[in-house]
């Protein structure tokens, strides 16, 4: 089974809609994170949280919230979904690790793609 | 001014040669530094990460560091049609910060 998983996989919905885009990771990790990507823009990071109290907005939070239920659960949602946030969307978890290991590498899900009619 | 710079590209070199791929940062105190690769429409799959001055070698990629310079590369030797994808470097400035990645560069391996 896949240690980061993303539900759902594809949404197709329309303007004015509320979506939630949810974020499971069986690694243990504390750390999660919601990118989006859009061609030719690379990786914009939405919104990070290093422990389950622990909420950051990124470079582009406006229009989006999120919510960590557990250290496992990440979920990232569209209050009023507009056409511009129409990409692809990826969580990532990271541990900081220890020692050598003190590397923060991130993993990440397989990515939602969401179109925004 | 962006923390990770890297060339967009396309870059393309033909099957077999080594393809170089270059990323400066601007964050002297960062500490580990990521390569990834991705496949179009697919996530972002770590390749390797170093932190230290020099090279570090797994299989066919070498990723270089020089923290004088501010500057990683990931060498990829014999490179194949399936290296194409886009080919992502990520820095970790360290302690509680958040890694921060480049925009990528398009890696195409000609036949």
């Known amino acids: 089974d896949a240690d980061v998983t993303q539900t759902p996989r594809n949404r197709i919905t329309k303007t004015g809609k509320r979506i939630m885009l949810e974020c499971s990771q069986t690694?243990?990790?504390?750390?999660m994170y919601w990118y989006r990507q859009d061609p030719g823009l690379g990786l914009r990071l939405i919104y990070y949280?290093?422990?389950?109290?622990?909420?950051n907005k990124g470079e582009i939070s406006d229009g989006y919230s999120v919510s960590r239920q557990a250290q496992a659960k990440f979920s990232l949602s569209l209050e009023s979904a507009i056409p511009n946030q129409t990409a692809l969307y990826f969580c990532?978890?990271?541990?900081?690790?220890?020692?050598?290991?003190?590397?923060?590498?991130?993993?990440f899900g397989p990515g939602t793609r969401l179109t925004v009619l | 001014q962006k923390e990770v710079e890297q060339n967009s590209g396309p870059l393309s070199v033909p099957e077999g040669a080594i393809a170089s791929l270059n990323c400066t940062y601007s964050d002297r105190g960062s500490q580990s530094f990521f390569w990834y690769r991705q496949y179009s429409g697919k996530s972002p799959e770590l390749i390797m990460f170093?932190?230290?001055?020099g090279d570090k070698e797994d299989g066919r990629f070498t990723a270089q560091l020089n923290k004088a310079s501010q500057y990683v590369s990931l060498l990829i030797r014999d490179s194949q049609p399936s290296d194409s994808a886009t080919y992502l470097c990520a820095v970790n400035p360290g302690g509680y910060q958040k890694v921060t990645f480049g925009i990528g560069t398009k890696l195409q391996v000609i036949p």
């Open positions: 990532a978890t990271s541990d900081l690790g220890t020692g050598a290991s003190r590397s923060d590498t991130q993993y």
């Open positions: 949280s290093f422990d389950v109290k622990d909420i």
């Open positions: 690694k243990g990790h504390d750390r």
């Open positions: 170093i932190y230290s001055n």
